[in-house]
């Protein structure tokens, strides 16, 4: 009988490299697999654990995800992006205690980074491209990164370094529009589509844009376009909230 010879990092690489692909369901196997082989190394168990939560969020499966991540915090408790994401899936819980989570990210983030240091403090919010109302907001506030224009020059050097990170797409398209920038964010979020073309919430933010311009028809085709995906809750109501505007409309 022929047994895998596979290490942790075998099914580590493999399950990253599934993620990228989109391959959720398959990388989260090979992860859970890494799990299982790896038996000293608790950085990698931890970040293991992390990925683990990301996938199960995206899958919608936030009950794991929220296993997941506390595991991940459970092993090493200085990360401050794990609080960041167990923070995330706490409010998609409705769970008041993700202020918790939130607070400890900020005081870890405090105790290295430097109200100048704006390209780390991007990365730790590309973590969480969902809530950039509650993630990008709250890290903005205390490291006083309040000018847009700035954030958007540091996110275009990101963008060239990290091609395919379709979060910092996703973030950049967030301050275009909070900027009232609406053409340059459907043009930003469109490259994001390009790189997930099954991602029904890119969909529902370029149908808003078309929405916010007026432009009724592209609008409808986007918003329906992104009920053919599995969405969240949220998105599902945003969706047809659009749909009921736009038809009051046209």
Same mark, same amino acid.
């Given at each position: 009988?022929?047994?895998?010879?596979?290490?942790?990092?075998?099914?580590?690489?493999?399950?990253?490299?599934? $993620? +990228?692909?989109?391959?959720?369901?398959?990388?989260?196997?090979?992860?859970?697999?890494?799990?299982?082989?790896?038996?000293? *190394?608790?950085?990698?168990?931890?970040? *293991?654990? $992390?990925?683990?939560?990301?996938?199960?969020?995206?899958?919608?499966?936030?009950?794991?995800?929220?296993?997941?991540?506390?595991?991940?915090? %459970?092993?090493?408790? *200085?990360?401050?992006? $794990?609080?960041?994401?167990?923070? &995330?899936?706490?409010?998609?819980?409705?769970?008041?205690?993700? %202020?918790?989570?939130?607070?400890?990210?900020?005081?870890?983030? =405090?105790?290295?980074?430097?109200?100048?240091?704006?390209?780390?403090?991007?990365?730790?919010?590309?973590?969480?491209?969902?809530?950039?109302?509650?993630?990008?907001?709250?890290?903005?506030?205390?490291?006083?990164?309040?000018?847009?224009?700035?954030? +958007?020059?540091?996110?275009?050097?990101? +963008?060239?370094?990290?091609?395919?990170?379709?979060?910092?797409?996703?973030?950049?398209?967030? +301050?275009?529009?909070?900027?009232?920038?609406?053409?340059?964010?459907?043009?930003?979020?469109?490259?994001?589509?390009?790189?997930?073309?099954?991602?029904?919430?890119?969909?529902?933010?370029? !149908? !808003?844009?078309?929405?916010?311009?007026?432009?009724?028809? &592209?609008?409808?085709?986007?918003?329906?376009?992104?009920?053919?995906?599995?969405?969240?809750?949220?998105?599902?109501?945003?969706?047809?909230?659009?749909?009921?505007?736009? =038809?009051?409309?046209?």
């Amino acid at each position: 009988m022929l047994f895998s010879k596979k290490t942790y990092k075998d099914y580590e690489n493999e399950a990253k490299s599934a $993620f +990228i692909k989109l391959e959720y369901k398959k990388s989260q196997k090979l992860y859970s697999k890494a799990i299982i082989k790896n038996s000293d *190394d608790t950085d990698s168990l931890a970040r *293991d654990y $992390f990925c683990l939560s990301l996938l199960n969020k995206n899958l919608n499966n936030l009950r794991n995800a929220i296993n997941n991540i506390k595991k991940a915090i %459970e092993i090493k408790n *200085d990360d401050y992006n $794990f609080y960041l994401e167990c923070a &995330e899936i706490k409010k998609l819980l409705n769970d008041e205690s993700a %202020e918790n989570d939130l607070n400890k990210a900020y005081h870890l983030l =405090k105790n290295y980074l430097s109200d100048d240091d704006y390209v780390e403090v991007l990365k730790v919010m590309s973590f969480s491209p969902y809530s950039r109302e509650f993630t990008n907001d709250y890290v903005a506030m205390y490291l006083k990164i309040n000018n847009d224009v700035k954030l +958007i020059e540091y996110i275009n050097k990101l +963008i060239k370094m990290y091609k395919k990170d379709i979060s910092l797409l996703d973030l950049k398209t967030d +301050i275009l529009t909070r900027m009232n920038c609406l053409n340059e964010a459907i043009e930003t979020i469109n490259k994001a589509i390009e790189l997930a073309p099954e991602c029904g919430h890119y969909y529902l933010m370029r !149908g !808003g844009l078309y929405s916010n311009l007026n432009y009724l028809k &592209e609008a409808r085709i986007d918003i329906e376009k992104a009920l053919t995906f599995k969405l969240s809750e949220s998105d599902k109501k945003d969706c047809n909230n659009y749909l009921i505007n736009i =038809k009051g409309n046209i």
